[in-house]
């Protein structure tokens, strides 16, 4: 199905000004949408404000759209209301909104916080099983399990990129591993956009050798990253957190915020 009309929600947010302008001039149409203030439309651009909670305003929004880059919300821990708000009924509305319009795709910014309790010397794919580090992880793994359901149950084609650490360098030891360059992350959202699936999970990370991921989901989708956090080694390889449960699990400092758990039978 061509896209027409395409929307980015969170646009006046870090990645969504990187989509925006990616984007741009490649769609007939691109609305954007924030709650925050957003720089003015371009040709071919519509700005739409809203809040994602507020269900009417999401679902006339997704009116007419064909494809949905999801990147609103809280992109860190916050207190459940917050996180149950943006998150979750945010989610909510956007696939609700999505199914109703006949959107053909929802291409979701999850997080590698979906699954952040993990050992870090246990390599996992798209198939492990989630562990949320935080009440923000949950609401990623929800988002990943909404798209499930409008994915088999509706047919609308969903793809969930679980990110890294998406800055324009990496800035900690962590990063050798989590890293996402805004080059793949663009490369990821075209793949999100154009190739031919149902359901997928894929990593957003670059061509790190320390990569957590096995990222072959993506690869088979057509993924050729191009960058890799080794460029940035000398700066960032002694930037380690000081907390055992950090330095252990992917979630890094949301995995050992709060830890009350058993580390040992975690690794
Ligand atoms: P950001 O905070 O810069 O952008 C998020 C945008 O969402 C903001 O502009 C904010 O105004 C908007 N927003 C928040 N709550 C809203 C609501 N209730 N209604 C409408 N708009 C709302 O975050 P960033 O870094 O651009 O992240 C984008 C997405 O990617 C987020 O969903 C985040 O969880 C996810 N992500 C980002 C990572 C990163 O490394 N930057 C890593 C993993 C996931």
Not at 75 to 90: K, Q, R, Y
Not at 212 to 230: C, H, I, M, T, V
């Amino acid at each position: 199905m061509v896209i027409n009309r395409l929307l980015i929600t969170g646009a006046a947010g870090r990645l969504g000004r990187i989509a925006r302008d990616h984007f741009y001039g490649k769609f007939t149409h691109i609305r954007l949408s924030d709650r925050s203030d957003m720089d003015a439309a371009r040709k071919g651009e519509e700005i739409v404000q809203c809040d994602l909670v507020e269900r009417d305003q999401v679902e006339r929004m997704l009116e007419g759209v064909d494809a949905v880059i999801h990147l609103g919300g809280q992109p860190n821990e916050a207190e459940w209301d917050t996180v149950i708000n943006s998150n979750l009924i945010g989610a909510i509305n956007i696939w609700e909104g999505a199914h109703k319009a006949g959107t053909n795709r929802v291409i979701f910014a999850s997080s590698n916080h979906a699954i952040g309790m993990h050992s870090r010397a246990c390599k996992i794919d798209h198939e492990c099983e989630p562990r949320p580090d935080t009440r923000y992880g949950v609401s990623k793994a929800f988002g990943e399990d909404l798209g499930r359901l409008y994915s088999y149950k509706h047919g609308i084609r969903s793809f969930n990129l679980r990110i890294g650490s998406c800055f324009p360098k990496p800035t900690d030891a962590r990063g050798l591993s989590t890293w996402l360059s805004h080059r793949d992350l663009c490369q990821l959202l075209d793949i999100g956009l154009t190739a031919d699936y149902q359901h997928e999970i894929v990593y957003g990370v670059s061509n790190n050798p320390l990569s957590f991921w096995d990222n072959s989901n993506a690869k088979r989708l057509g993924y050729k990253p191009q960058d890799s956090a080794e460029e940035y080694r000398t700066e960032i390889e002694g930037k380690h957190f000081d907390d055992p449960v950090a330095e252990q699990l992917q979630g890094g400092g949301f995995s050992a915020s709060g830890f009350t758990g058993d580390l040992d039978s975690l690794l």
